[in-house]
C-alpha cells in the first residue's frame, strides 16, 4: 500500500485540495497546498494515458526547462510537479537528479504495478516509511500518518529512491562533498555571491502571495535583501507587487525584533512584527510536539515562536515564505565552530551538519510552517550552492580573530559592497544568535521553570528505566519526552528522533574540541562560554551575587569589539 489513506490526519499540510487515486490494492492520496498554478494543479497527477501517477509533495524550480526537453509530451497542468511522470516516461528511475528543487514524491507505474519513492537530497520536504504486519508498503509525510498503522516505520532518508522493484533504498544524491574529502577551491566572494542570488531567485516561483522571514540575523537578512534588491520585473511581483512583506517575530523587545526592524527600515519591506508571551508558547508546546514530531529539545525551543508566527502569516493571507535555513551548517556558522582544532575537522563537521538537517532545522521549518498550510523555501539548501560553498577551501572558513575572521566570514564578506551595500555593516557582522535565544534569552528560561514544575528530582532519578533510549538529562527534555510519547507511544517513533550531548546546535564530535563544555551541556548559544557575549554577561552576573567566584571571570576572555572593519572577536 502507498501513501496514508487517512489522508484527513494530514490536512493541515494541504487544506486546498484532497486526492485520493485507487488502483487494486495501490492507494495515493495527497493533500494540496496550491503555490503553482492553483486553478489546475490538484494531485495525484498523470501522463498522457494516465498509466503513470504521482502524488508530489514540494517545488521544481526548473521545471519549465524540464518541460522543453520534454517536446513530445503533452501537459495537462501547469503544475511544476506535472513534469515526474513524463520524465519517468523518457528516462525511467534515473531521472531524479534532474529535478531542482525541494520534494518527495511517490510514483506508481500501472503497467507493472511497481512503484517509485524518492525524496529531495537534503531532506527539506520531510517523508517517512513504513511497513504493516500484512506485507504493506506505507509513505508518508509525517509520522501521524504512519504510526496507527504499521508495525515499523522510520525516516526516508533525503537524497534516496525506494523501488519496489529492487525492495531497497539507494542514495541518487552524490555531491562531491558528500565523501568529505577536503576541498581546495580557493575562495572568490563574488562566485559565491551570484550563487546565492541565483538560489533565491529561482525561488521566487509562486502564483500565491509571499514573503519572507526576518530575524534580523545575517542570514534571514541576506535572504530578504537579495529578494528585495532581484523582486522587480519578476512574475511574482507583477502578480503581487514589488514591495516585499517581512515577518518576525519575539518576545517583547528581543533582541530578533530590534534587528529586524532595522533591516526591514533599511530595505524598504512591510514589515509584519508578531508578539508572544512565554504563556502563550507554552500554551502551544504540546500542539508544536504534535505537528513537528521530535522531542529534540533544541527543535522544540526553535519551533514553538516559528509555530506561532505561521499561524498569524497565513491568516494575512500569505501561502509561501523564504527562509534562512542551513547556512550554519554550511560555513560553520554555529558558535561552538570557534573550537574546530583545524580546517580538516571544520570541513567534516560541515559535512556531518548538513546530512543530519533533515533531523532538525529542516524539520521544524517545514512542519512547524505546514501546520498552517504555509510553505518554507529555503535558498541556502539549493543544491549548485551547496556546491559551490562546500567547494571552497575550508581554511577560509577558519573562525580567525586576530585576523577579524568571525563565523561565516567567508559569506559576510560575499556580500560587503561598499558601492552597493547590501545591509548595514553592524547587521552584516552581527554575532550569530540561535532562533531561539534571538527571540528572547527569557523565552528559554521559561521553557525550563515551567518544566521543573512538572518534572520532579524523583523522576529525573528513575529516567534511565523509563526511557532506555535517549534517556533525557534535563527536565526540560523529561517534560517534552512525556508529551512525545504520548502522542507516539511506538518505538519506532522514538528511535526517529536523534540524540547525544550537545551544545548550541553541536554534534558530539564538537564537544570533544573543548572538554570544558562537557560540564555545560545545553542546546543554547548561550552556552557557548567563552564565544556567545550572554554568556559572558551572564557569569559576570552570576559573580556579582556570589554564585560563581570573581577569579573565573577575570579569566574570561573580553568578548566583542566594534572597529571600524565590522564585528571582531578577541581571546
Known sequence: MLSNYNCNRLKHRGPDWSGLYQCGDFYLAHQRLAIIDPASGDQP???????????????????????????????????????????????????????????????????????????????????????????SVWISSELK???DDCEHFECFPPGHLYSSKSGGLRRWYNPPWFCEAIPSTPYDPLVLRRAFEKAVIKRLMTDVPFGVLLSGGLDSSLVAAVTARHLAGTKAARQWGAQLHSFCVGLENSPDLKAAR????????????FHFTVQDGIDAIEDVIYHIETYDVTTIRASTPMFLMARKIK????????????????????????????KEELHRETCRKIKALHQYDCLRANKATSAWGLEARVPFLDKDFINVAMAIDPEWKMIKPGQ????????????DDEEHPYLPKHILY???????????YSWIDGLKAHAAQHVTDKMMQNAEHIFPHNTPTTKEAYY???????????????????????VACS????????????????????????????????QAALANAGVVPPKIIDTLPRMLEVSASGLAIHS
Open 45 to 135: 497527477l498523470f501522463n498522457e494515458d494516465q498509466a503513470i501517477v504521482v502524488t508530489v509533495n514540494g517545488e521544481i524550480y526548473n521545471h519549465e526547462e524540464l518541460r522543453k526537453r520534454l517536446p513530445n509530451h503533452k501537459f495537462r497542468t501547469g503544475s511544476d510537479c506535472d513534469v515526474i511522470a513524463h520524465l519517468y516516461e523518457e528516462y525511467g528511475e534515473n531521472f531524479v537528479d534532474m529535478l531542482d528543487g525541494m520534494f518527495s514524491f511517490v510514483l506508481l507505474d500501472t503497467r507493472d504495478n511497481s512503484f517509485i519513492v524518492a525524496r529531495d537530497a537534503i531532506g527539506i520536504t520531510p517523508l517517512y516509511i513504513g511497513w504493516g504486519l500484512d506485507g
Open 145 to 147: 500518518g504512519l504510526n
Open 262 to 273: 532595522e533591516v526591514a527600515d533599511y530595505l524598504g519591506t512591510v514589515h509584519h512584527e
Open 315 to 342: 491568516a494575512l493571507g500569505v501561502k509561501m515564505v523564504i527562509s534562512g535555513e542551513g547556512s550554519d551548517e554550511i560555513f560553520g556558522g554555529y558558535l561552538y565552530f570557534h573550537k574546530a582544532p583545524n
Open 404 to 415: 577579524g575572521h568571525i563565523e561565516k566570514w567567508v559569506l559576510r564578506k560575499a556580500f
Open 430 to 440: 552581527r554575532q550569530k544568535e540561535q532562533f531561539s535565544d534571538g527571540v528572547g
Open 480 to 502: 517534552y519526552r512525556m508529551i512525545f510519547e504520548r502522542f507516539f507511544p511506538q518505538n519506532s517513533a522514538r528511535l526517529s528522533v536523534p540524540g547525544g550531548a550537545s
Open 507 to 538: 554534534t558530539a564530535k564538537a564537544v570533544e574540541w573543548d572538554a570544558a563544555w562537557s560540564n555545560n551541556l545545553d542546546p543554547s548559544g548561550r552556552a557557548a562560554l567563552g564565544v556567545h557575549l550572554s554568556a559572558y554577561e551572564q
